[in-house]
């Protein structure tokens, strides 16, 4: 019995099926992949067979069969023709079956397209208006250029058809022809016009959408439909005051659908057009009080309403209402709504700030809120809210989440934070508490720029100097575990230690303490013995203890920080090494050692810069970072380590730097920073000697301030000639000139790419060049960043990796790039840029040419 079954299940498997159902429980009893492919390929088979013997009777089985083949990814060309010969045939069923095929089947590339036209010339003239639709829907679908030329004539005749739906599909299939081939929108545009006032309101969408298009296309249509603005008031206004209509009601509102298209129409309409936003202030205001908001479909509306009061030149009375429509958007319990509301808000904050700022509270709310995408979006809000009037609110609110936010919010806070606070502080001493509780609340996060600027702002505010460095030493004395925190007190108390011992008593969190130098020593100790200390950390305490050397006045004192010193001549990190070895001889030139260890004055600024806003607010996430002297040069870091090669870029904020940690680490200590990238590529040149001997010349004194080694002819030779650490000529010679080097390659979309080139000290053919990515801030984030470069054949280009695709308002990347160029021509350059700028979300790709940079520029 059992042998029976098998046979006749064999036999069955190798007959065709002849019906859809058949074939779909056939591939669904398939246990695998190969067992789907065997049916497959047999019913393919079968297909053929049945259209090389034009069986008319199977064809439409077949086709159905074979479209669902083609659904499942299988190739199903070979019946295009037959879906032809379908739509030739008379019945409904077939014509249906057959252009379905087509639309699957075929694409405008295809040579049997041609086949199509005048098939469907001819069911645009049928008496059923069922295949008529067909036949638009077809062309909308697949029309190529030449199509759509040749059957535009019969759309244009459809849309003055007496039956509403051949209008609606007429308007429909002309909407996919003008996107086509925006040349023929022309003949549309009177046939348009008498759309707007059909009684259907099925045609009163497909012509709104029609002539939205045509309007966005073409700037002389904009202005012919502008003249259409009462109509469409008139319309909207019929909407909301009609009566109970069962065929157009969606919970309580008539048709949702047509009253948001045309809110849409308006405001294209109506753009920098004043004639025409009057027309429509009086009917936005009666849908914005009379939509119920309490359903997801009124809200719908009043957010279209809200877009368009906002797009137009609406009076300030509807500006206010629209805001205070987002307002209560976001006491919504919906998170999408929410949401919406924020992003709109964050559009029109610039508008109306006044308007917004009535709603401080609850977007500050928002900033507790479980959705991370709605606390990100207040976030933005919150800092384009600040202004003078409001700077200690909303950054005491700021601070405070500061506190609990994700790790992803914090840098970017840092940032703006302290763009905030440099713009709208009301005197320095808030400012300085501000940047302090930054530094304690987020120090990890801190990026370099925002550190430099709070040096900058301690060390020009003189009055303040004791205050600051109490504050310092008291929160180094609870908190030794942000590293920026770390870096910027023990700069401030190497600077002014003497103050802070000299003030005598002082009170925190209600107990007075005294400071001695013993203690200030201890601190500095527990900090290089704590877990938290890295290279970077034990770099600016030897500099800040050497500082206090010369400042501290108890021999007891200055022996431990010999002794301290001393240890750090052995340490296993070259740069400390060096460093140790330079101020321990130091000590032994007491006549010079005050003179070098003088404070320093007050740093060059390097500040990011702010773009305004539309009224003249500034923009906090707006601005790149740019800075007025030499790029890795500045006196005040460079004296820290901060920025060389060695400093704490790499470490403290790995994403400023290009550099890969294990390639930073192992970075050379004193040379220039583009000698890091002759590693990278793997240069056959031999580095110099990491420490050098006990007896050095004047260029040690310039490797014990953290300045690069002198490349000038004038200023080598005057290293190799100085016997000692007599002459201090040279070091005025030998410091950088604090010319800005950059040359601007491209700018768009708030994206600015500067080129900063300089010639390789090691091979003079080699030119290295660092390219930084600023962001203005004024498209939001720009993500997906990809830059691409290509120079003449006569050049070799190589490059290394970014320092991050993604670039923060306010802030800006790197990169670095290695032109070999042995014949030393012009250098020029080929860009192609890449990014995907927040406000627009989409990705933007552009070519660009760079070159020559200007003479003497390397």
């Not at 919150?382 to 914090?410: P, Q, Y």
Request: proline fraction near 4%; aromatic fraction near 6%; hydrophobic fraction near 40%.
């Amino acid at each position: 019995m059992n042998s029976i079954n098998s046979i006749s299940q064999q036999i069955l498997a190798k007959l065709p099926l002849y019906r859809l159902k058949d074939l779909i429980k056939a591939i669904r009893a398939c246990k695998t992949a190969a067992d789907e492919r065997a049916v497959i390929q047999r019913e393919s088979a079968n297909i053929r067979t049945a259209f090389k013997e034009e069986n008319s009777e199977s064809r439409h089985a077949n086709v159905s069969k074979l479209l669902y083949i083609h659904m499942l990814g299988y190739p199903a060309h070979f019946g295009q023709m037959e879906c032809l010969k379908l739509v030739a045939g008379p019945k409904y069923a077939d014509k249906r079956l057959g252009y379905l095929g087509i639309m699957l089947l075929i694409d405008e590339k295809t040579e049997v397209l041609t086949l199509v036209t005048n098939s469907l010339k001819n069911d645009m003239n049928h008496s059923n208006m069922y295949i008529v639709g067909l036949a638009l829907c077809t062309l909308g679908n697949i029309s190529s250029p030449e199509m759509a030329r040749d059957l535009c004539g019969e759309v244009e005749k459809l849309l003055g058809s007496s039956n509403t739906y051949i209008r609606k599909k007429a308007a429909l299939c002309a909407l996919r022809i003008i996107r086509r081939v925006p040349d023929l929108q022309e003949n549309f545009v009177s046939k348009a016009k008498s759309l707007l006032a059909d009684k259907s309101h099925g045609v009163q969408i497909a012509g709104i959408t029609l002539i939205t298009e045509m309007c966005q296309q073409s700037s002389e249509t904009l202005q012919i439909f502008k003249k259409a603005v009462p109509l469409l008031v008139r319309n909207l206004k019929n909407l909301i005051t009609a009566g109970f209509s069962p065929e157009h009601d969606v919970t309580g509102l008539t048709d949702p659908f047509l009253q948001v298209k045309i809110l849409r129409l308006m405001r294209i309409l109506a753009a920098n057009d004043q004639e025409a936003s009057d027309a429509m202030n009086d009917v936005l205001a009666q849908v914005a009080t009379n939509t119920e908001s309490s359903k997801n479909v009124g809200n719908s509306i009043l957010y279209e309403t809200v877009l368009t009061i906002m797009g137009i030149q609406s009076e300030a009375g509807l500006r206010v209402l629209a805001v205070n429509i987002l307002g209560k958007f976001l006491g919504n319990r919906d998170n999408n709504i929410r949401y919406v509301a924020l992003e709109t808000l964050n559009k029109t904050v610039n508008i109306d700030t006044q308007a917004v700022q009535r709603h401080r509270n609850i977007i500050m709310d928002c900033l507790r809120d479980g959705d991370i995408s709605i606390r990100r979006r207040a976030l933005e809000l919150s800092f384009a809210l600040i202004n003078e009037s409001n700077v200690r609110v909303l950054t005491r609110e700021l601070l405070a989440f500061l506190e609990v936010a994700d790790s992803e919010f914090k840098q970017s806070m840092t940032i703006k934070i302290a763009l905030a606070a440099r713009k709208f502080a009301p005197n320095r001493r808030w400012h300085i508490d501000t940047m302090l509780r930054v530094l304690k609340l987020a120090g990890n996060f801190v990026r370099e720029e925002n550190l430099a600027g709070f040096i900058r702002l301690v060390a020009q505010s003189s009055e303040l100097h004791q205050y600051t460095v109490q504050k310092l030493y008291s929160a180094l004395k609870s908190d030794i575990s942000q590293e920026a925190l770390v870096l910027a007190g023990v700069w401030v108390i190497g600077e002014y230690g003497d103050v802070l011992v000299s003030g005598g008593n002082f009170e925190d969190d209600d107990v007075m303490k005294e400071v001695s130098e013993g203690d200030i020593l201890n601190l500095f100790e527990s900090i290089l013995n704590g877990p938290y200390a890295n290279q970077v950390t034990r770099e600016y305490i030897a500099t800040s203890l050497m500082k206090l050397s010369a400042r501290f006045n108890d021999t007891t004192v200055i022996h431990r920080i010999q002794g301290t010193l001393q240890k750090f001549t052995s340490s296993m990190e070259v740069e400390i090494q060096q460093r140790a070895v330079e101020y321990s001889n130091l000590f032994s030139y007491d006549n010079i050692r005050p003179a070098v260890l003088e404070r320093m004055p007050v740093p060059e600024e390097r500040l990011m810069s702010e773009t305004t806003g539309g009224r003249g607010t500034p923009s906090l996430d707006g601005g790149h970072s740019s800075k007025a002297g030499p790029s890795d040069q500045d006196l005040l870091l460079d004296l820290m380590g901060v920025g060389t090669a060695s400093g704490g870029a790499a470490q403290a904020t790995p994403e400023a730097s290009p550099i890969s940690p294990s390639t930073s680490s192992k970075a050379p200590p004193a040379g220039n920073n583009m000698d890091l990238l002759a590693d990278i590529f793997g240069s056959g040149s031999q580095p110099a000697p990491q420490s050098p001997p006990p007896s050095m010349g004047g260029g040690g004194l310039l490797d014990m301030l953290g300045q690069d080694t002198p490349t000038s002819p004038r200023a080598q030779q005057q290293r190799a000639t100085s016997p000692g650490l007599q002459s201090m000529a040279s070091l005025g010679q030998a410091l950088p000139s604090g010319r800005d080097n950059r040359h601007q390659a491209f700018a768009q979309d708030g994206l600015v790419i500067y080129l900063t080139p300089t010639r390789d000290q090691q091979n003079p053919t080699v030119i290295n060049i660092q390219i930084t990515f600023a962001n203005d801030g004024s498209q939001g984030t720009i993500s997906e960043m990809q830059f691409q470069a290509a120079v003449p054949k006569t050049q070799r280009l190589q490059m290394a990796a970014a320092s991050s695709n993604v670039i923060q308002p306010g802030s800006s990347e790197k990169q670095m790039m290695r032109v070999a160029n042995p014949q030393q021509t012009p250098l020029r350059f080929r860009l192609r840029i890449a990014y995907v700028p927040s406000s627009t979300g989409q990705k933007v790709e552009k070519i660009s040419e760079f070159g020559p940079f200007p003479e003497n520029a390397y």
